[in-house]
């Protein structure tokens, strides 16, 4: 294991858990790769003193952090009108959260995008002034007009895009259905932004469409929820907003080195969310490619990587694959290793050692699987596919007790009436609150840490 430290940057580590042990013929390989990152999320590299007004950071300090709010305007944010009063206010507070320095801007979403504060394509410099500024300008936010949701990310993009920083963020929240471009056209603009800012995405109300808004929140790496009452928007905002505030590095990227003959069949993040980051591979020389793993403070995620090696006999061992943590070079230098860690295969005639599940291996394959059979059984329960459904979601039940997450099965407990979680034997309620199966389908990825030992 190798560790990186540098004044602005957080130490990482990496961790490897696998069973090395393959029987005569095995060739697939799986390990649980752990990644934490230390003493980062204090500042979140954002300039508390003597911020220059131009760049919004110290003189000789780090560049620091640019986040941009998108709001949905919309027509339906007036019903009832609650909504948009919950929605500028929730705004307020994630302004007042920003940390002086901070560059900022408000994007008011309809069928198009229009900023709000400041305007003329620029960022503000979070201070006393500028955030009361904001919160003027916020009043003045009504509803009216469509959803265009990649209109809105493009023209945060172009935003960010103008800020000397190293963190990017954007925060979305919608209440409606993507209704006024066509879905190629966000598929476009969700491409585009890939890479260059991460995105929480908010629904709020049950009017949403759940597959539109975890799918901006993948792309972006960000993270997806329901807010079902409006009245939590304000929380909410402020949680995010204050997460955004504890990044320190951004662009980190998940680096495999494979030897000749070596085949990667997926690589995932599977905590604190599930998130399949097989396609987005970029090529990083002879035998190795880049996975992006986003904005990183405080804390340690858990990611899934499965290969297939070529056959070798008994008593022969081989490096699979070599695992690092890359930091670019914004002048487009050699890029930083912040730590490594490696997989390693090993063939052996002792079945006890080749047949044992490595635990963390075990834990993240249900947990993968658990988010799976969520979304089929809720699929198969809108399409009445009953039947479909009770073994889907029973199964699911099943796996969230056996696993510990008491969460999802809370939210399954929401859907079905449990008979026995052991054997994942239910029965479908017959009515269900639209909010419940949403909060189920939206949250379905979030998994439950394995303890290490």
Known sequence: MARFSKSNVPQFSVDVYQNEYLPEGGREVNAIVTVTSTGGGTTGGVPLTGASPSTGRAPGQAPGSAVVIMVDCSGSMEYPPTKMRNARDATAAAVDTLRDGTRFAVVAGTHVAAEVYPGNGRLAVADARTKAEAKTALRRLNAGGGTAIGTWLRLADRLLGSADVDIRHGILLTDGRNEHEAPEDLRAALDSCAGRFTCDARGVGTDWEVKEVTGIASALLGTADIVADPAGLAADFTRMVADAMGKAVADVALRLWTPVGVEIQFVKQVAPTVVDLTGRRSDAGPQAGDYPTGSWGDESRDYHVCVRVPQAGIGHEMLAVRVSLILPDPAGGTPTTLSHGLVRAVWTNDMAASTSINPQVAHYTGQAELAHVIQQGLDARKVGDFDGATAKL????????????????????????????ATGTVRLKGKVAEADEMMLETRSTTTVRVKKS
């Open 394 to 421: 029973g199964r699911a039940v099943q796996l969230a007790s056996a696993s510990g997450n008491a969460d999802t099965a809370k939210l399954l407990s929401k859907v079905v009436d449990v008979v026995d979680a």
